[in-house]
């Protein structure tokens, strides 16, 4: 090994002298612990520093490699400090003279960047202090501050833009002091890098050498060299730290490498530093590791190591080896992403993640329950044989882990199928979220909270229904049950809870009304207020639209409700709580509930439950004290029933009762006349109202009342005559008006905050107000509002030759001012002839021409096109047509959303006919499927597949005869709809199209189609926001966007609209196909693929059957019947889902729901007798029978033989010669019995005092880890009895030499593990130093 010095070149000697980076350098204070991909650092004591590293170590360098190991950043430092030490006192002048001229660049770049972070300090402090002159300017009177104001403003807008530039020079400055200007090291060096302080890859080779800065890396060498590093001997931690970091960053650079790797070597290296004294070096051999794993054939080799061993010894350590342990646990977490790695976990590496997973306090608890309940996914059978269930149960049970949902998941896929669901106990594994709800002594509130979280999304899948839905729905009604318990967190939970399930908005009225407003008028005002101007805009959509499964599912969820007492229990509530918002929200619960049942209940299950007997029995026992509170609550109900009633939802949709449209007629009638009671006001209430509003006796904005101001706008200044008076007799429009001109620095200066959007929809009733008058229109036209946005327009127009310093419509200002609230009042006036002339008079559409032309400012481009009114013919659509086409990728998408409204909006004449003005914008999205972008046709695609709801805008789409077929399976959807009308079908069959497409279906589409209908559903199920139970804002909008939550198109249920295509699926015989598949492989449950196959088929039956030309179909193949069967009766859970979704798409048909009545089936129906597609069985308890399953205990189960570390299991009666290390393995069995536990452990403890020679036998140690591996024992324990025996002994196991004596067991010490000691001992450490440091004097 010495002679290794001797042949080390010049170049390299001098290498090895240079002395290492001080141990301040922020890479090596970069990261406190553990870093998942920027290595380890081990602890540095102050005794390192003062440690000498001698030169028999560094004749240890291998070939070139420097002695500081290179690492990553972030990285744990590997700095040797000890190296001035050293002889050539020549060399020694040289680095020092460059370190020192590195420290003079370094400080004064330090100098640089510290200078600029000083101005950056003072330009905050101007900016602040401007701010705060501003605020205080704005509370005095507006004329007499205007020039001090702009000086103010002129300050703070430079003081914005030096702080900008600022932070770039000092981003430039952090920069360039992190990339070195002159290459330091040798190629050798490159290949190891060096200490962080390297520069990235792609920044070295932009300079101009960067062929010498960079040299080409050769991995295979970097890999020989870095191994031939770990073989140096007597080393501290962090050099081994080092070359570990070094070597998976290595794995980083060329994944490939892994699989070049010798194993002889490679391994003998790990097995070295795993079992180092170190925990720093163990915890870097478990990551190099973890990055060498490449496939199963890898995983094979690693285990040949005896890792299985280690892992254990690793994880049963205390909270001091936490670095370690957690690598270990993530050394086993990378065999689950190994395709069938989940075979080359050990029973015995289970049963230890098992035991950390039980203490609640342990660190790694969360990962070690995430760890179990992926192996729980991949091999239910080893988790339960190694006693990994228990864990997750607890966890679920007591509430200690924070994310239940994800825990009961894992749970939730096992039970779908019976072969996966035999491992877990019926009725048990999900019912134990259910505890902290009926224990009511030891609940906490913050348990509750997230079990309620875990239940809901158990209740939103179908095998979590079933579950718990056993022994007579035991668990759901222990739950409603819970109401009754007089804990207020508990009901406010279950009651919210009650609310996501049953997927209950509540009304806008909602807040004011919980929070004890009366119930007057909000259905009258302000929910139809909200909901008046969308009425033009709803979509009439026809008969067998879309089915709405979420709908489906909530009427099963409501009858379960029902059954299991949810009424009664409410109502309990309402009567019995003090709390009088509970009492507010049970009663709004009650009343949402019975109109929701009376919508989607059949009427056998609905009409009883609208009647509320126990309410009215209690309220009619004049006696009683309890009959006022009673009656109280029958008002309450009542009242928020009518509420409710007025306020339905506008526009009529399937699933909507047609009292509910009804009902909207009634409100525009009553709202009309409430209009016009407003605008005519008499003299006296005008003159109150404008003296209320604050306008004329404050020029201060802000002290104005804007909700009196709308009022007015909204209200009388409708009336022309109390218009002139507003202009002539008083400073009201004058000063609303100027409040509004931007150069008047008022509106456009405010800062755009939800609060303060009240004046941006004042603004828009303002010029919708002005517009609607003769008098209006001429102040409008004489006033400076419409010049000043104009000329703010021509500071955006490159072509204007108006210029300005900050323009108003800067991106900055738009997006934190209100300076973008100028466009809605443009959009306002651009809905209106009259404002259409003003725009074009001052040449406003001429600059937006200009603007979208030359495409610099796309924030600007977007705001116009989003609020711009495209209803009249003119220059908005001109403009739209001209983004659309001339527009860069994301403004033709923009632009192509824009058409959406446009495209579906159909509006109500007077006599009651369907107006639709759609097709100017139809044509332009047929027009965009010929846009060389995928993703603007694919936007078009789904805003026509959406227009196509409508026969008649569908009839005219196919008049337009788009070609998709350079669009493939994304125009594939929009073909599909066409099918529905003949028109349709005979474009698509001179097409040659249909019958393609039927054989593709048949053929496979079919079975495809189950992933994306089960995509979609899975999408529609998941809460996209968070719980806002009240949420009420000027952002409703936005929270109502439309989620693509859409049932994707179904071929057969488009081809049976039709008589054609009804015609030809007789012809083909495909029906028969399907219903016999159904017969013969419905209620198998074994073969995924023939599940796959059925659902396949069960889609495309009920896809046909709810149409009515489709529906005899199912008479004449009788296949209604087998899938009523497998609704009710089937093993797997999720097929019985799919029938039952199926069963209500037959039922939209009318012969499909005579066909389900006959086997029980019911749905409601509109007065005129068409389904609304939601069926549920009359006897909940058919559908809902999940029979009781054996579950398999761990003794049944027989495990792979790569799942065991020991193959032999420890014998039952224990076999041992040696009298002392026979009652060691009895108290080992004894530690099992809590009976005899803590004299086990006395007794075992006293063994260890006498050093018992048992505990340096390798053959004891190996049945000791027979008993850990095949039962239970908690950490602690596993700690206690490992930490027995002595330390060399996990050596000679891991090595596989076992012998049976002390004698053996030391001399095989001394003989094989040499380097080992030295890499784990301290003491021998410093002996190997001073040693080689004396030899080299």
């Known amino acids: 090994m010495l002679s290794t010095s001797a042949s080390a070149t010049p170049t390299q000697k001098s290498l090895s002298s240079q002395p290492a980076p001080s141990t301040n350098s922020p890479v090596a204070t970069s990261r406190p612990s553990l870093d998942r991909d920027g290595g380890l650092r081990p602890p540095t004591t102050a005794a390192d520093g003062a440690r000498a590293m001698s030169s028999s170590a560094i004749s240890y360098a291998t070939r070139g490699a420097s002695l500081n190991p290179s690492q990553p950043p972030g990285s744990f430092s590997s700095d040797l400090r000890g190296q001035a030490l050293q002889s050539r006192a020549g060399s020694r002048a040289d680095v020092y003279g460059r370190d020192k001229l590195d420290e003079e660049e370094e400080s004064v770049a330090e100098n640089a960047i510290n200078a600029l972070k000083d101005s950056l300090s003072r330009e905050m402090k101007i900016k602040e202090g ?80 960067s062929d010498l800065d960079e040299p080409t890396e050769s991995p295979t060498y970097a890999l020989a060299e870095t191994l031939q ?39 003998d290296r790990m097995q070295v530093m795993l079992l180092s004294g170190s925990r720093e070096v163990v915890a870097s051999g478990y990551r190099m590791l973890r990055y060498s794993i490449s496939d199963i054939a890898s995983l094979k080799k690693i285990r040949s190591l ?9 994880l049963a350590k205390d909270r001091k080896a936490d670095v370690e342990r957690e690598q270990a646990l993530k050394f086993v977490r990378a065999f689950l992403d190994v395709k069938d790695g989940i075979r080359e976990v050990s029973r015995a590496v289970v049963r230890t993640i098992a035991a950390v997973a039980e203490q609640v306090e342990d660190r790694l608890r969360p990962i070690c329950l995430e760890t179990l309940a992926e192996i729980l996914l991949r091999d239910p059978a080893l988790l339960v044989a190694s006693g990994g269930l228990v864990p997750l149960s607890e966890a679920l049970g007591e509430g200690t882990y924070k994310s239940p949902e994800s825990l009961s998941a894992a749970f939730l896929y096992l039970l779908d199928s019976p072969h996966t669901r035999r491992y877990l106990r019926a009725g048990y594994e999900l019912e134990v979220l259910f505890t902290a709800f009926t224990d009511a002594l030891f609940s906490y509130e913050t348990v509750v909270k997230q079990n309620s979280k875990a239940i809901a999304s158990a209740l939103k899948s179908w095998s979590g229904l079933m579950t718990l839905s056993m022994y007579n729905f035991r668990a759901i009604g222990s739950l409603i049950s819970s109401l009754i318990l007089p804990n207020p967190a508990i009901r406010d939970t279950v009651i919210d809870l009650l609310y996501s399930l049953l997927r209950i908005k509540p009304p806008a009225w909602a807040t004011s009304y919980l929070a004890g407003r009366r119930l007057t008028t909000y259905g009258r005002v302000t929910t139809l207020k909200a909901s008046t101007p969308n009425k033009d805009e709803t979509v009439y959509e026809d008969d067998g639209a879309d089915q709405n499964f979420v709908e489906h599912y909530t009427a099963l969820l409501l009858a379960i409700f029902i059954k299991a007492g949810m009424m009664p229990n409410l109502l309990r509530v309402a009567q019995d709580t003090d709390d009088p918002t509970l009492k507010r929200k049970t009663t709004l619960l009650i009343g949402e509930t019975l109109k929701l049942a009376s919508r989607i209940l059949p009427p056998s299950r609905s009409s009883e439950l609208q ?150 929809r004042v603004g828009c009733a303002l010029i919708h107000t002005l517009l609607q008058t003769a008098e209006g229109t001429k102040y409008l036209v004489d006033n400076k509002l419409l010049r000043q946005i104009a000329e703010c327009l021509a500071q955006c127009d490159p072509t204007s030759g108006l210029t300005a310093q900050y323009p108003m419509f800067s991106k900055d200002r738009l ?108 044509q332009l999205l047929v027009t965009q499927l010929y846009d060389p972008e995928v993703e603007v046709c694919a936007t078009a695609v789904k805003i026509l597949e959406k227009a196509c709801n409508s026969k008649a805008l569908l009839e005219y ?34 097409l040659d199209y249909i019958s393609n497409e039927m054989d593709d279906w048949f053929l496979g589409r079919n079975d495809a189609y189950v992933g994306l209908i ?85 889609w495309a039956v009920g896809n046909v059957g709810s149409m009515e030309l489709g529906a005899p179909f199912l008479e004449s193949t009788d296949v209604v019947e087998h899938i009523v069967k497998i609704a009710e009766s089937h093993d797997v859970m999720s097929l019985r889902g799919t029938a ?129 591996e095949c039962h239970h024992y908690r950490l602690t324990d596993r700690h206690l009895v490992i930490e027995l025996f002595d330390k060399s002994v996990l050596r000679h196991i891991v090595y596989g030499e076992e012998g049976s004596d002390d004698a053996e067991s030391s001399s095989g010490d001394e003989q094989r593990t040499e380097r080992q000691r030295s890499v784990s001992d301290p003491a021998e450490l410093e002996k190997i130093s001073l040693q080689a440091y004396q030899s080299s004097i």
Request: aromatic content about 8%; glycine content about 6%.
């Open 306 to 314: 005896n890792t299985d061993f280690m892992v254990v010894v690793s």
């Open 815 to 922: 997006t934190d001012t209100l300076c973008g609230g100028y466009f809605p009042m443009l959009g306002v006036l651009s809905g209106d002839p009259r404002g259409l002339q003003m725009l074009e008079r001052w040449r406003i559409f001429n600059m937006m021409y200009h603007i979208v032309d030359f495409k610099q400012r796309p924030d600007l481009i977007k705001l116009l096109l989003a609020n711009l009114d495209y209803s009249l013919q003119g220059h908005p659509r001109v403009l739209l047509s001209k983004a659309l086409t001339a527009g860069t990728k994301e403004m033709r998408i923009h632009a192509t959303t824009m058409l959406r409204k446009y495209a579906t909006r159909q509006r109500v004449a007077p006599t009651g006919q369907l107006i639709s003005d759609s097709k100017w914008a139809i």
């Open 1014 to 1098: 089960e995509a979609s559903l899975a999408r529609s199920f998941v809460d996209t926001q968070e719980d806002q139970p009240h949420r009420l804002s000027i952002y409703e909008e936005d929270l109502d966007i439309e989620q693509d939550n859409h049932v994707p198109p179904h071929f057969y249920r488009e081809l049976s609209r039709t008589k054609e295509g009804c015609k030809l699926l007789e012809d083909k015989g495909h029906f028969e196909e399907f219903a016999s598949t159904i017969r013969e492989y419905g209620m198998q449950s074994e073969d995924p693929e023939l599940i796959t196959k059925v659902k396949g088929c069960l």
């Open 611 to 760: 009647l509320l007997p126990e309410l009215f029995t209690a309220a009619s026992k004049f006696k009683d004290e309890a009959h006022f509170n009673a009656t109280g609550i029958v008002y309450q109900i009542s009242s928020v029933s009518r509420t409710l009633y007025r306020s339905s939802p506008t526009g009529y949709a399937p699933g909507y009762l047609p009292s509910s449209s009804m009902l909207e007629n009634l409100g525009n009638a009553e709202e009309t006349p409430k209009a016009n009671s407003l605008v005519n006001t008499d003299d006296a209430t005008f003159r109150q109202l404008l003296i209320d509003s604050g306008v004329l006796g404050h020029s201060n904005p802000s002290k104005w009342n804007w909700d009196v101001v709308l009022k007015i706008i909204e209200g009388p200044l409708m009336n022309g005559k109390r218009l002139e008076e507003a202009i002539k007799a008083s400073k009201f429009a004058k000063r609303i008006v100027g409040f509004y001109r931007p150069f008047k620095f008022k509106f456009s200066e405010i800062k755009n905050t939800r609060n303060t959007q009240k004046y941006v």
């Open 1140 to 1268: 039952f979704f199926v069963l209500g798409l037959i039922s939209r048909s009318t012969h499909g729901l005579e066909i389900l009545s006959e086997y029980g089936w019911e749905s409601n129906t509109t007065p005129l007798g068409m389904s609304l597609g939601l069926c549920v069985p009359s006897n909940l308890s058919k559908l809902l029978s999940c029979t009781p399953w054996k579950h398999e205990i761990p003794g049944s189960i027989r495990l792979l033989d790569t799942q065991k570390t020991i193959l032999e299991p420890p014998e039952v009666e224990i076999i041992e010669d040696d009298e002392t290390n026979r009652r060691i393995l009895e108290l080992m069995t004894e530690l099992g019995n809590m009976v005899l536990y803590k004299k086990a452990k006395v007794e075992l403890s006293q063994l260890r005092h006498n050093k018992a020679p048992g505990f340096r036998q390798p053959a004891l140690f190996r049945k000791v880890l027979a008993l850990l």
């Open 229 to 267: 590093a770990l073989e140096v001997e007597g080393m501290p931690p962090e050099y081994y730290v080092g070359c570990a970091n070094n070597l998976v960053d290595l794995f980083k650079r060329h994944p490939t490498l892994k699989y070049d790797l010798v194993w002889s070597i490679f391994g």
């Open 957 to 990: 789409i196919v008049e337009c005869r788009p070609a998709l077929d350079h669009l493939g399976e994304i125009g594939a959807p929009l073909l599909l709809r066409f099918l529905s009308t003949s028109i349709g079908y005979h474009y698509l069959d001179g």
């Open 130 to 209: 401007s701010e705060n002159m501003l605020e205080a300017l704005n509370a005095k009177k507006a004329k007499q501050t205007k020039e001090q104001r702009q000086r103010v403003e002129a300050e703070l807008t430079a003081s914005n833009t030096r702080i900008k530039q600022l932070r770039q020079k000092i981003t430039d400055a952090q920069r360039s002091k992190a990339t070195p200007s002159t290459p330091t090291r040798s190629r050798n060096e490159g290949l190891l890098r060096s200490d962080g302080v390297r520069s990235p890859p792609s920044a070295s080779r932009s300079g101009a050498g």
